[in-house]
């Protein structure tokens, strides 16, 4: 049979089999091009094929195939990429889909290797991941010896997909974007997904897992770096000093005063037992480091902990300038992996004189807490829940905004 005809089929199929995704693939057209290594690729509202490699897949596959691409484009993974290395995030694209696809009881080639600890993980979280796993093998492979040429071929492949084999698309068609695309994309695809949702559930066929990302998708962002500054600054009263210029202007020449307030003493926590993703640890202490960059009178108390306290510091603005190195140091030296426990942290500072705790965790902590006499922050992580806490003011930290 012509190929074209099969995508035509398969996508029909979809529309009765799969309405959410038969819905959504309504929107592209098929064109051949025998120039992509996998079976299909998609590139704006076009799905193209090579016939040679679609004659390998049955029907049931390229249904596979055409959801799994569709959803790349709907949940904007093309732009998403950002700086990252090209080859782990395809890899870690290619995982947070297939999970979804396989929680919708689609059936994946036999070739595709799903990994069970991506699942439920977003494509940033995965490819946090894979880039600490990646670093932590060549670090246990690490010869002080002159390598070998076997060990130079595996350094210079170490960015090569992560050891992960995806047969299902290929991804050279994507292309870069401008911020005003991407967000016409975002928009345009957020409606389309919320068409496809109701047009599912009216058939009594929309998969829980679909449902889920998409009110997750679609759900209006609120941007958790405006409130985490909000919620910090409100703490120091702000005047002007002109005797003590700020310092973050005068590096450009600026002479501007420096805010002079009361002391802003705050303490941030930083749940260590495993859940954080490094990815969402270095967004959540940079944001920080902004804050803090635009005060001149501070105490911050830095706190890693798990299930018992692993690190500790203390930083005032007296005894450093450069609170961006300070706080790096401590973050590379952030150890844990233990269960999850607030207590430790309450109790540490317990008889200290602050003015909020902001703490860096997933939620998933059953100690029952009694409320302290300073303010609460929670940083809730991207897969973290906000349930387990009654009390304080709770944020969700979203690495992709």
């Known amino acids: ?109 036999k070739q595709t290797e799903l990994k069970a600890n991506f699942k439920d993980k977003s494509a940033e979280e995965i490819y946090a991941e894979l880039k600490k796993q990646i670093k932590e093998k060549n670090n246990k492979n690490q010869d002080k010896k002159q390598p070998n040429q076997k060990q ?127 990815n969402q640890l270095e967004t959540f202490l940079s944001e920080v480091k902004e804050i803090l960059n635009y005060t001149d009178n501070y105490k911050i108390i830095l706190i890693a902990c798990d299930a018992k306290i692993q690190n500790y510091r203390e930083i005032t603005s007296e005894e450093t300038t450069n609170i961006n190195k300070t706080i790096q140091k401590f973050a590379e030296n952030i150890k844990g992996g233990g269960g999850t426990k607030y207590s430790p942290v309450l109790e540490k500072l317990k008889n200290k004189q602050i003015n909020a705790l902001i703490y860096l965790t997933d939620g998933k902590c059953n100690e029952k807490l009694k409320k302290p006499k300073y303010d609460v922050i929670w940083a809730i992580s991207q897969q973290g829940t906000t349930e387990r806490i009654n009390f304080g003011k709770k944020i969700q930290i979203n690495t992709e905004n």
């Open 152 to 278: 130079i071929k595996e350094k210079n492949n170490q960015y090569k997909g992560a050891s992960l084999e995806n047969k299902i698309d290929s991804h050279e068609t994507w292309e870069k974007t401008t911020k005003k695309q991407q967000k016409n994309n975002q928009e345009e695809w957020k409606r389309r997904m919320t068409e496809a949702a109701k047009h599912a559930e009216k058939e009594g066929q929309l998969p829980g897992t679909i449902e889920r990302k998409v009110k997750k998708t679609t759900k209006p962002k609120i941007n958790w770096r405006h409130q985490l500054r909000r919620y910090i600054i409100q703490h120091a009263r702000d005047d002007y000093n002109w005797m003590r210029p700020n310092r973050r202007l005068l590096q450009y020449n600026i002479y501007y005063p420096s805010a002079r307030n009361e002391k802003l003493e705050i303490a941030v926590a930083i749940d260590t037992s495993g859940s954080i993703s490094q």
């Open 1 to 109: 049979m012509d190929q074209k005809k099969r995508l035509e089929k398969a996508r029909i199929q979809l529309l009765i089999n799969n309405p959410f995704f038969g819905h959504l693939a309504n929107y592209f057209q098929f064109k051949e091009n025998k120039t992509i290594k996998g079976p299909i690729a998609t590139k704006n509202k076009t799905i193209y094929y090579n016939p040679k490699n679609t004659t390998q897949y049955n029907n049931e596959e390229l249904q596979t195939s055409i959801a799994h691409v569709i959803m790349h484009t709907a949940l904007g993974h093309d732009w998403r990429q950002g700086n990252r290395n090209k080859k782990i995030w395809d890899t870690s694209t290619d995982q947070a889909v297939n999970h979804l696809l396989n929680a919708s009881n689609f059936t994946l080639p």
